[in-house]
């Protein structure tokens, strides 16, 4: 069984920056493909990057070159790096992994603020 805790969210002003981070339990991280994914309210749940084992990346055409995705195998962390945020970023943003198992897991979601 793998639980994802995300953090990092919280409420930041129009152009800010944050950084989220979701952590993984278990042992198969490395192996997994992670994701982060936004849904803000009354909205469908959206892709915002992913990036594979093979740290090939993924983007949101509406993130491009807004958001970074990277992680870090040997911390067992999955990194999203928002910058120039606008206010319709504002979203509850889930932490997504996939294994080469077929399964996939979901963490409870941080939430993003982004004020005008």
């Known amino acids: 069984q793998v639980q994802l805790v995300e953090s990092g969210g919280g409420l930041v002003q129009a152009g800010g920056c944050l950084r989220l981070?979701?952590?993984?339990?278990?042992?198969?991280?490395?192996?997994?493909?992670m994701g982060w994914y936004r849904q803000a309210p009354g909205k469908q749940r959206e892709l915002v990057a992913a990036?594979?084992?093979?740290?090939?990346?993924n983007y949101a055409d509406s993130m491009k070159g807004r958001v970074t995705i990277s992680r870090n195998n040997a911390k067992n962390t999955v990194y999203l790096q928002m910058n120039s945020l606008k206010p319709e970023d504002t979203a509850v943003y889930y932490c997504?992994?996939?294994?080469?198992?077929?399964?996939?897991?979901w963490g409870k979601g941080t939430l993003v603020t982004v004020s005008s």
């Open positions: 990036i594979t084992s093979g740290d090939t990346t």
């Open positions: 997504n992994l996939r294994s080469p198992y077929a399964m996939e897991y």
């Open positions: 981070s979701c952590v993984a339990s278990g042992s198969i991280f490395s192996i997994s493909a």
